[in-house]
C-alpha cells in the first residue's frame, strides 16, 4: 500500500488551559473549527465528504452514544463510513491506516479524521485534575484508583525506575528532550508554552513521582485537530505537496516476553517500527525527523532506542550525542511536542505528531523548517496497560514522494 | 483498629471481583489460579491471558513478593484528594512469589530505603464494610517463609 493514500489537509484549532474569563467551547466546536481548518487547507468542503469517510477519535468529556454518526450529525455531513478509534493517543495513526485500507479497497476515496477533548471542563474528583467517568469505570480502575496509584505519572515512574535499573540514563539525558521541546515551542506559535528553560531550571523543578519532575510532564489543555486523506491520485488534483503515507506498523497489547512477568522498560514500537520502515522501504538514516509520542521525556526516549536508531539501553546517550534541534543532526518533536505544546487530552495528542511531520514535509513549519525534510516518522502511543507502558503502538513512516 | 474511611475512592465490586475483596476484609490474599495451566492472573480477568482458559478460580496466594519497581508519590493525582494524609506515597510494581505483577503500596517503610529487589510481604487494610486491599511491607529479614523458593 505504499503511497496509495495522502494526506492533503491539516488543523490544529488554538488551545486553552481554560483559564478564568477564557471562552469555553465544546468538544462539537473544537471539531468543527479544526475541520474547518484541514479542509481550508485541502481546498475542500464539508459537502465533498458525502458519501466518503468520517472518522472521530474518542475522547474523555462526555458524549453520546454512537458518536461517530452524532458528529456526523452536528457537521452536517453524510458520509458512507464511520471510523471510531479509542486507542487513546494513537487513535490518530490508527484511524489514518483504517482509512487508507478503506481506500485501497476502493470504498471511499477520501476521509476527514477529527479529534478534539476539553478535559480541563470535566469535573473532576481531584480539582483542577481530570478524572473522567471513562477512567473510573470497571476493572482497570478499580485495581488502580483505590490501591493509592496517581495516574499517569506514577505510572510511567514506575517503567522509568525500572529502566534506570536496568539501564543507564542520567536526569540531564531525559532534560535535554524536555529543553529541547520547550526550545521548538518558543518557535510554534500555537503552542502553550512557548518560554525556554535552561537544563538548571529543569533539574531543579520540583519531584512529583519520583524521578518524574515537574517539567517531565504534559500540560493539558482544551483543543481540537483534524486532517484530510485522500487516494493519492486525488491528492495529486488537490495539491503539489501531497504527503505520502509510505509506510506503516501497528501493534496492540504488546508484551515484552511473558504476560505474567514482562520486561516492561521495551515498547511495541520495537515491533511496530521495523514493520513500518520495511513497507516503507525506508531505513533509519534516510528519515529526515521523529515525531514521537511525548507526553513525558522517558517515552521519547525509549521510542527513539525501540524505532533502533541507537542499541537497546543506549537512548539517553544517543540524547547526548546528538543534536535534536530542528537544523540538527536528530530533529526531534519539533513542534515544541505535546511536552511544551500542550495535551487535548490522552486521546487527541496523539494528532499533534501526525500534524507536525505532514507540517515539515509540507515545508510549512516556518522557523522551525527542518530543511530539504522528505522521509519522517510520525508516533501513535495510546493508553496505559497495568504496570506497562503502552497499549497501542503505531509508527507511521510519511514522505514527499510516494 | 483498622482505618475505616470510606473518602478514598472504593472499587465496584462485582461478582468477578468480590472474593478477592472480601478475602483481604478477612486478612487473607488471593488471587485468580487458571485450573489448566495454573498461572496466575491479576488483575482479576475473564479468562486466563496465557491459555484461555475459563477455568478460573480464586486461591490462597503466597503473601510475599519482590519490588520490581517503585515511585514516590509527592502528590495526590488523577486520584482521591483524601489521599493527601498518604503522601509521600510509597508505590511499587511487585512481583507476586506466585508469578504475578501487582501495583501496590508499600507501608512501613522509608522512602530512601525503597529498592528494587526488596522482598515483602502483604497485609490487608480495611477500606470499607465489604473490601480490604492487600498493601506490603518490608519482611523482616529473619523472616524464613519469604525466601524465594528458588533462590
Known amino acids: ?402 | 483498629m483498622t482505618d475505616l474511611s470510606t473518602s478514598k475512592p472504593l472499587p465496584t465490586i462485582t461478582d468477578l471481583t468480590r472474593p478477592f475483596w472480601s478475602a483481604a476484609k478477612n486478612g487473607r490474599f488471593v488471587l485468580q489460579k487458571c485450573g489448566r495451566c495454573a498461572t496466575f492472573n491479576f488483575h482479576p480477568k475473564p479468562w486466563c491471558i496465557e491459555c484461555g482458559s475459563r477455568d478460573l478460580s480464586w486461591v490462597d496466594a503466597k503473601p510475599f513478593g519482590t519490588v520490581y519497581s517503585h515511585t514516590v508519590s509527592r502528590n495526590v493525582a488523577m486520584n482521591s484528594p483524601e489521599w493527601q494524609s498518604e503522601i509521600p506515597l510509597l508505590m511499587c510494581l511487585i512481583d507476586l512469589d506466585d508469578g504475578a505483577r501487582m501495583y501496590a503500596q508499600v507501608t512501613d517503610c522509608r522512602p530512601e530505603d525503597l529498592h528494587i529487589g526488596m522482598r515483602v510481604e502483604v497485609h490487608c487494610v480495611d477500606i470499607s464494610e465489604d473490601a480490604g486491599i492487600p498493601k506490603f511491607r518490608p519482611l523482616v529479614a529473619s523472616a524464613k517463609a519469604g525466601a524465594p523458593d528458588a533462590a
Open chain 1, 1 to 402: 500500500m505504499r503511497g496509495e493514500v495522502a494526506i492533503v489537509g491539516y488543523g490544529r484549532t488554538p488551545y486553552s488551559r481554560a483559564k478564568p474569563g477564557e471562552p469555553v467551547l465544546t468538544v462539537d466546536e473544537y471539531i468543527a473549527w479544526a475541520a474547518d481548518l484541514a479542509l481550508q487547507k485541502a481546498g475542500l468542503s464539508k459537502n465533498d465528504f458525502d458519501g466518503q469517510g468520517l472518522g472521530v477519535a474518542h475522547a474523555e468529556v462526555a458524549h453520546t452514544v454512537n458518536w461517530s454518526a452524532a458528529t456526523a450529525e452536528n457537521l452536517g455531513i453524510s458520509p458512507q463510513i464511520l471510523l471510531r478509534a479509542d486507542q487513546g493517543g494513537a487513535s490518530a495513526a490508527s484511524m489514518l491506516i483504517r482509512a487508507a485500507a478503506m481506500i485501497h479497497a476502493g470504498i471511499v476515496d477520501r476521509v476527514l479524521v477529527v479529534g478534539a477533548d476539553t478535559p480541563l471542563s470535566i469535573p473532576s474528583a481531584a480539582p483542577g485534575l481530570p478524572l473522567s467517568p471513562e477512567r473510573t469505570r470497571g476493572v482497570y480502575w478499580d485495581f488502580q484508583g483505590p490501591f493509592g496509584v496517581m495516574g499517569a505519572s506514577a505510572q510511567f515512574a514506575l517503567v522509568q525506575t525500572r529502566y534506570m535499573y536496568q539501564y543507564n540514563l542520567t536526569p540531564e539525558q531525559l532534560g535535554k528532550i524536555a529543553v529541547n521541546a520547550r526550545f521548538h515551542a518558543s518557535l510554534h506559535p500555537g503552542a502553550i508554552y512557548r518560554k525556554p528553560f535552561t537544563m538548571e531550571e529543569y533539574l531543579g523543578s520540583r519531584m512529583l513521582s519520583d524521578p518524574i519532575r515537574l517539567l517531565d510532564c504534559v500540560p493539558i489543555v482544551n483543543g481540537g485537530l483534524a486532517y484530510v486523506v485522500t487516494s493519492a491520485k486525488t491528492a495529486r488534483t488537490l495539491t503539489d505537496r501531497p504527503v505520502y503515507l509510505r509506510g506503516f506498523g501497528e501493534i496492540n497489547n504488546y508484551y515484552h516476553g511473558s504476560r505474567a512477568l514482562p520486561d516492561i522498560t521495551t515498547t511495541g514500537f520495537t515491533q511496530a517500527a521495523p514493520q513500518a520502515m520495511k513497507a516503507a522501504g525506508v531505513t533509519h538514516r534516510e528519515i529526515d525527523f521523529l515525531q514521537p509520542y511525548d507526553d513525558y521525556p522517558f517515552i521519547a526516549m525509549m521510542t527513539i532506542e525501540d524505532y533502533g536508531f541507537c542499541k537497546k539501553g543506549e537512548g539517553g546517550r544517543f540524547v547526548e550525542e546528538h543534536d535534536l534541534r530542528f537544523d540538527g543532526d536528530f530533529p526531534l518533536s519539533t513542534d515544541g511536542g505535546q511536552l511544551s505544546g500542550g495535551q487535548p487530552g490522552g486521546a487527541i495528542g496523539g494528532f499533534m505528531p501526525l500534524v507536525e511531520a505532514v507540517t515539515q514535509l509540507r515545508g510549512e513549519a516556518g522557523e522551525r523548517q527542518v530543511k530539504n525534510a522528505r522521509i519522517g516518522a510520525a508516533c501513535g502511543f495510546g493508553g496505559i496497560p497495568y504496570g506497562r507502558p503502552g497499549r497501542s503502538c503505531i509508527s507511521l513512516i510519511l514522505g514527499t514522494e510516494p
